[in-house]
């Protein structure tokens, strides 16, 4: 991994020159990880930068807290690593004057830069041009490595854990949290199978963390609803989304399943059923040369099919962020390439109504696409 990353700062070097940009301040925690290999657990949130600065001619240059500097420079291939302190003239805003040297201008990610840093900027150096290298990143990382997709592989088998557990949970009475303790401990068990505690590994934790969203009975419309005390009743749907669990060593997945508790009413099995081949249809649509729009129109074709409307887009792409580009969407006239990795979707809301949900990443290759997530692809009974 950290050799990985050394060769994509050199990368991004290069394309920093032909821009014609003297330095980038990089800030996002993915985008530090992806050129430097290594992340926090504080961030700026706590109003406690760390900072990547990187020059098209010369060596990289970390600024973090002192707290956190150990671990970082166990982490990173980068030498040099600037330390600050709360107050006093060791601060980080004491620190970056000199650090940026006075240049004229500098690039950011302007649509990530902490308003913290923002803000420094404006008061501090207002006559500094901030330049979006937002693209650059963009563009590299569009395309994954097989050491990327490797990892992202790994990914998929502790969340295909972290589902069978979600499914074995459920039953009639069960608390809704009592799933998500379950996932949270199966995917647990799963990551660690992957690591050691040796070299850069022994940074990553295995641990899967978050607010696990889900959704059940006639509140499984409600998208984005986190695991309550609610018991679950015979009938019930319950909607399982992933994608802010779902991660290892940095790169996150999209993956998705809708559960019946016992049996599902014909309605919902025809949402469900539509979902479904609406996500199939899309995948099987992907290869490389076709645009991400195109892959989207396959999937809205079923939907107006069958009689529904949506109005989600049908995938994303994935890897160190939630969110990347392209995105399967109208619009998006992004020509597929192998080596893109997206999260695809069916999904299909009907208010105070289960709907249909279903979602899995996938890898881009020569003639098509891999899946990247397994977890059987039907209208799926539980307890």
């Known amino acids: 991994m950290l050799q990985e990353a050394r060769e994509r700062h050199a990368e991004f070097q290069r394309r920093l020159a032909a821009d014609g940009i003297e330095m980038a301040l990089i800030t996002d925690e993915a ?13 700026v949130e706590f109003g406690r930068p760390t900072c990547l600065i990187v020059r098209p001619d010369g060596d990289p240059v970390v600024l973090t807290p002192l707290m956190e500097s150990e671990m970082v420079a166990a982490m990173t291939w980068v030498d040099d690593i600037v330390t600050w302190e709360d107050m006093g003239n060791a601060h980080w805003s004491n620190l970056l004057p000199g650090l940026l040297q006075g240049a004229r201008a500098v690039g950011v990610e302007k649509g990530s830069i902490p308003a913290i840093l923002r803000n420094w900027f404006d008061a501090e150096m207002p006559g500094t041009e901030l330049r979006d290298v937002s693209p650059l990143l963009g563009a590299m990382r569009m395309i994954k490595s097989p050491g990327e997709i490797a990892v992202m592989r790994q ?16 039953s009639e009475g069960a608390p809704e949290y009592e799933a998500a303790l379950a996932v949270i401990a199966a995917g647990t ?20 963390h978050g607010l696990q969203v889900m959704q059940s009975g006639s509140q499984t419309s409600m998208v984005h609803r986190r695991a309550s005390v609610k018991a679950l009743a015979a009938g019930d ?26 049996h599902a009413s014909d309605a919902a099995a025809r949402a469900q059923e539509a979902a479904i081949a609406a996500q199939q249809a899309a995948i099987a649509a992907i290869r490389p040369g076709v645009t991400a729009q195109s892959v989207a129109e396959a999937a809205n ?12 887009r049908t995938g994303r792409s994935i890897g160190m962020s939630y969110l990347e580009a392209p995105e399967l969407k109208s619009g998006d006239l992004t020509v597929l390439r192998p080596g893109m990795t997206f999260a695809v979707d069916g999904g299909i809301s009907l208010d105070g109504q289960c709907g249909g949900r279903i979602g899995d ?8 696409c891999d899946y990247l997530t397994e977890y059987p692809r039907d209208v799926l009974i539980a307890g």
């Open 31 to 43: 985008s530090i990880a992806y050129l430097a290999g290594f992340w926090g657990y504080l961030g």
């Open 189 to 208: 068990r799963a990551a660690a199978g992957f690591l050691t505690a040796r070299g850069w590994e022994a940074f990553v934790s295995p641990m899967i």
């Open 155 to 170: 990914a998929g088998v502790v969340a295909g854990a972290m589902m069978a557990a979600a499914h074995q949970a459920l």
């Open 237 to 262: 749907p319950v909607y399982f989304c992933f994608c802010n669990m779902a991660q290892f060593k940095l790169y996150k997945l999209g993956f998705d399943r809708m559960f019946f508790v016992g």
């Open 361 to 368: 990443s996938v890898v881009v290759t020569e003639t098509g």
């Open 301 to 312: 074709e079923v939907y107006r099919a069958r009689g529904y409307q949506t109005g989600y």
